[in-house]
């Protein structure tokens, strides 16, 4: 079967600055991610010396600015960053979309003495941030968390359990929401916290059916002290912070999603225009001719959707309705792509042999993190048609 390389997206980039890091970050992910993805998955392994070699190269930083060590890049330029990372291993570009998200706040709601002191670590010193929302009775309905942050003079003593945290346990630093005061989201305050403070524990990692090189952990907060100054915004403001980073980090699972269907893709069409049978190559069957037409087509109008999204959020404009939709299209579309991409491949496609039977297995945790596809639809239809009518009694 011949080796039919996959040719680059060819992308509409706004300037030289960006087309450069298009090809770093491709030659990166063809040379130091993409070679050792299936084994290092197979074996749970996490790429960590892959995320120093990211932030070595300016990648790990790129939506923010270049005064704290970020890459002063658009969003439409770091988002198709991420498509090329995770279009090699899906870990490492969702690895890369959290961290940004962990970043969000301080960056955006910091003091200026919060972000000289914190973000040039945290965007270009080698640091990997995780992003505490969620809770194990408390995922869809976030506004209902319950760990606590109690005031003790200067400091704050946080007491609670985290769920479903990417890079849970492994982290240099957690954005945590907790509640302050009132039940309900204006009682939810964002804070800083170190990695390595004493009471703070990651749980043993979940086993989960995909993404097994990326650590997803419950994080147990034990009367973890958290001085005063690490409190980011102001108390009561947490959960407005919390969904503003939301906003931006679909748009990081959408672009993630897309790069999973193009691998998909890509593999599929190898595969296709090599296999021989009945004399031909099976490309040449309409039938999978019209399936990788269809994948094609939807991948297209993902991206295409996503990057209209992210320009508006560069120019800022309202873009939370767009984000929404981008994360539901694409993230359906990289399941429906790599599920049709192992249909082509037949019992090959079924086999560890081939990668498209992980990129299946991967496809179904994008249409569940940060906003299950059903919590998008009634994000759009909100957007449309104002908020639902509640019923009393």
């Known amino acids: 079967m011949p080796d039919r390389a996959p040719q680059p997206v060819d992308r509409q980039l706004p300037t030289d600055e960006a087309r450069d890091l298009i090809s770093l970050a491709r030659d990166i992910a063809q040379r130091e991610i993409a070679p050792r993805a299936a084994e290092e998955e197979n074996a749970g392994h996490f790429p960590r010396e892959t995320f120093a070699l990211l932030s070595r ?10 005064e704290y060590g970020g890459g002063d890049q658009p969003y439409e330029v770091y988002l198709q ?24 706040a301080l960056a955006n709601y910091g003091t200026k003495q919060q972000q000289v002191e914190h973000l040039p670590a945290m965007l270009g010193g080698g640091l990997l941030g995780a992003y505490c929302l969620s809770e194990p009775s408390s995922g869809s309905d976030a506004a209902s968390l319950r760990t606590k942050a109690v005031r003790d003079g200067e400091e704050w003593v946080i007491d609670g359990t985290k769920a479903w945290i990417t890079h849970g346990g492994i982290a240099d630093f957690y ?14 305050s964002a804070f ?7 009471g703070l524990s990651g749980a043993v990692p979940e086993k989960k059916m995909g993404m097994k090189g990326s650590p997803t952990a419950q994080v147990h907060f034990d009367g973890v002290r958290v001085p005063d100054e690490r409190r980011i915004g102001e108390e009561g403001q947490g959960f407005a912070i919390a969904l503003s980073a939301l906003d931006s980090g679909r748009l990081g699972i959408a672009a ?13 069409l190898a595969y296709a225009t090599g296999r021989q049978q009945f004399g031909r190559p099976i490309s040449d069957f309409q039938g999978l001719r019209f399936m990788l037409a269809d994948m094609a087509t939807q991948i297209e109008a993902g991206r295409a959707l996503y990057l209209a999204a992210a320009r508006l959020r560069d120019a800022g404009r309202p873009f939370a309705k767009q984000a929404a939709m981008a994360k539901l299209h694409c993230t359906d579309t990289a399941m429906k792509a790599t599920v049709d991409a192992v249909q082509v491949l037949g019992g090959y496609g079924y086999t560890a042999d081939f990668p498209v039977e992980r990129f299946m297995r991967e496809a179904k945790v994008l249409q569940i993190v940060e906003g299950t596809n059903q919590i998008q639809r009634m994000v759009i239809a909100r957007h449309l048609a104002g908020p639902e009518a509640h019923r009393a009694g």
Do not use: F, K, N
């Open 256 to 268: 993630c999603a897309i790069g999973l269907a193009q691998a998909a893709l890509d593999e599929a």
């Open 81 to 104: 960053v991420l498509e090329e990372l995770a279009a090699a291993r899906l870990t490492v570009g969702l690895g890369v979309s959290v961290h940004s998200l962990s970043c969000h």
């Open 175 to 188: 954005t945590v929401m907790a509640r302050t005061g009132e039940d309900g989201p204006r009682g939810i």
């Open 192 to 198: 800083l916290v170190p990695g390595d403070a004493a």
């Open 57 to 66: 190269s300016g990648l790990l930083g790129l939506p923010y600015d270049a």
